[in-house]
């Protein structure tokens, strides 16, 4: 990260309430409880953003304590919509006075989150044009955004680069066009989706992305009146919609928190009851964690995660788009690797740099190479990409607890859980990057009867 994310990881620390950015963890403990997940960061932040396309108020439920909504939520009131808090994890997003903000309000969100680049179709239909800061997000590649612009060029937007953002216009309004992504890109996706739903005529998107979040965006739109039908082969029809009302919605389970809470589990031979997970988006890490020898326990209202006590087996596992292995469920996932008996083989397609956060699990102890031109097999499922990486973990290796520093999201969650597995005392910097997507995580810890303290 650079020093700009970790001032806004520090800033955003103290907004959801971490009085420090430095954890000293106290090792050898089994995390042991229960916690509760709600909506998903993958799928709140989008949803906030769906509310500027409608003329009436909307209200969603199940949003988490994170710092990314709290970015989402400072650029939508930017751009006059009054976010209203009802109850804790209920907004009311009101557009009613939407208008233009001033460039200095936005860039102060400037590399904070991803999110900016899906105001790009809603401000157009509601304004005519679109001022969006330098993007921020976790750096585990180039993240570039051409899927975006090059599908809003499609739609009719004019796109100027500024020297920090961009600016659009759309001259004759925004009209349906054929679409193919060259990869299922989920933001791509999300941009023809707020875009598309009210420009003129029908809008049809080829290889698009498919994952949970996506369709339940694709149910909050259809709340809000929108014609979106979702066809074999990853195509995509919008008919677009001249008018767009407010919804109520409570947001899908975040399934990426759920999977790490449940590698915490494996790592650090403990049991962990996740409430509100629920096991059809789960079900393909879900596969992943019984072929390692974690257990599971499917219940009503969440899922049971637990070391059953034999030793981890090594597996083979391969990154992808839905409904394949989750990009962000491979960092927790490489801990519990580190104790698994004999050689595991991560294969990251999705991101070109997605392995960094392994520089520190091998200061602890951890037996981790990473292959930068990936590794070819011919069990392979997913194909090739030119950047891909590929990680062998081999196991079982003795954790020790040492000094490290957050890089990213998933791969801060990472670290946590590897001290926490770790003998001895870690003190690991940076912590507030966490919470842009791991709700009140220092408080679950707590729960779960981690052996801790801020410093
Ligand atoms: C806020 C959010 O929802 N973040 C998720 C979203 O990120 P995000 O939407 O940014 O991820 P994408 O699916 O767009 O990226 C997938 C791949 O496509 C490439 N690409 C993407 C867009 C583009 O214009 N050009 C391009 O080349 C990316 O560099 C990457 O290699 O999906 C990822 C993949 O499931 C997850 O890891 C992130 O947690
Ligand atoms: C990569 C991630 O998020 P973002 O796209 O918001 O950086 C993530 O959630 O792991």
Redesign the pocket.
Known sequence: MNSHLDLDSRKAAQRVGLASDTIVIRGGKPLTGRIEVRGA??LVTKAMVAALLADTPSVLKGVPEIS?VHVVKGLLEAHGVVVDELMPGELRLDPSNVSSAHFAEINAHAGS??IPILFCGPLLHQLGEAFIPDLG??R?GDRPIDFHLNALRALGAVVEKLDDGIHLTAPDGLVGAHIELPFPSVGATEQVLLSAVRAEGTTELKNAAIEPEIMDLIAILQKMGAIISVEPNRVIVIEGVKQLRGYVHTAIFDR?EAASWASAALATHGDITVGGAKQQELMTFLNIYRKVGGEFEVLEDGIRFYHPGTPLKPVMVETDVHPGFMT?WQQPLIVALTQAEGTSVVHETVYENRFGFTDALNEMGADITVHQSGIASITRRVPRRPLEQAAVVTGPTHLTGADVRVPD??GGFSHLIAALAAEGTSTISNVGIIS??YELFIDKLEQLGADFELV
């Open positions: 960061k993958n990314d989150s991803r997000g976790c585990i990426n962000d999201l998933r842009r997507g």
